[in-house]
């Protein structure tokens, strides 16, 4: 990929925005159900934004390892990557203690989007050293085992918990893992290959639905092997649009060379919305009020992320 690839800064641009319409619309009533996530078993549009966050992250995540390792040593490699990961699992673990008392996280054990990718960031940092179809191998197998282990004994514990808790984690990371064997076919501009990849990996999720139902509460295999395809078909369809319009969506771009921060300041927005006690306010607010809200945030989110643009402050995961 080249110095700075579109498509993915679009991709990943265009999954934070969906994330702050999800969030904010997650505790609406008159939102239907599938524009939420579903409650276990099933599938909807919003259960695929984080997953295709991860995606995203996984495209670069491995060639960042590596080139870290050649430019800085193995010790130093590891010291980063266990910073960074502990610093996305305590950054996580501070705003879900936030929706825990606020009352909008009704499972027991609290375990969000930035827990789950900095426990795959951790574990699956030393095996992307391995060549691709040895990862490809690799990531079944471990998602297999989890698969194995949530049906002999973790499913109450997983289904007692957000994001699939920590015994979810061999699932994201299996999630992330796949994601970076996608990440190198496409520096190699290997595009048959990836899209042969992520028509293989989508069967063979439908194929496995019978036995192992889709859930992202759950982080089924099913679930894994469906969400990775359809990513990648999103991030294909991104670099598509890429080439037909001779750019990308300027707005998503902006969103997208700052994720970190943005995820994050999304999160900080969604309190204007949640804390005020006010049930009229936005849990009982009728349809118009609430997608006026969210524009709203929007706008200023948007906002945010220009004037750190303009700046050059670029943070990322």
Not at 130 to 153: C, E, H, K, T
Not at 218 to 246: P, T
Not at 271 to 292: D, F, N, R, S, T
């Amino acid at each position: 990929m080249a110095d700075r690839d579109l498509a993915l800064d679009q991709l990943r641009g265009l999954s934070i925005v969906a994330m702050l319409w999800a969030n904010a619309l997650e505790h609406v009533r008159v939102v239907p159900a599938w524009l939420k996530h579903a409650p276990d078993v099933g599938l909807t549009v919003v259960d695929l934004i984080a997953p295709t966050f991860i995606f995203a992250v996984g495209l670069t995540w491995g060639a960042s390892v590596r080139r870290r390792a050649e430019q800085a040593g193995a010790a130093r490699t590891i010291e980063w990557v266990v910073r960074r990961s502990m610093a996305l699992v305590g950054l996580g673990a501070l705003f879900t203690l936030g929706e825990t008392s606020y009352g909008f996280n009704p499972h027991g054990v609290q375990w969000g989007t930035l827990q789950a990718i900095g426990m795959a960031s951790l574990l699956s940092a030393p095996l992307v050293f391995f060549r691709p179809r040895v990862r490809l191998g690799l990531a079944l197998v471990l998602a297999a085992a989890y698969q194995w282990a949530l049906d002999a004994s973790w499913l109450p514990t997983v289904l007692a918990s957000s994001h699939a808790g920590l015994q979810g984690s061999l699932s994201w990371t299996a999630l992330l893992l796949l994601s970076t064997v996608f990440g190198d076919l496409a520096r190699r501009q290997a595009w048959g290959q990836f899209g042969a990849l992520a028509v293989a990996l989508g069967l063979a999720g439908m194929a496995l639905a019978p036995w192992f139902p889709v859930s992202k509460h759950r982080m089924s295999v099913s679930f894994d092997l469906v969400v990775v395809a359809l990513a990648a078909g999103a991030y294909l369809a991104s670099r598509a649009w890429v080439r037909w319009q001779g750019g990308a969506v300027p707005g998503l771009v902006t969103w997208g060379r700052n994720p970190l921060v943005l995820y994050i300041s999304h999160l900080f927005a969604l309190a204007v919305l949640l804390v005020p006690a006010a049930p009229g306010w936005h849990v009982e607010a009728p349809a118009w009020l609430a997608v006026l809200q969210v524009l709203g945030l929007q706008l200023l989110l948007h906002a945010w992320a220009l004037w750190l643009e303009r700046r050059g402050l670029f943070f990322t995961l």
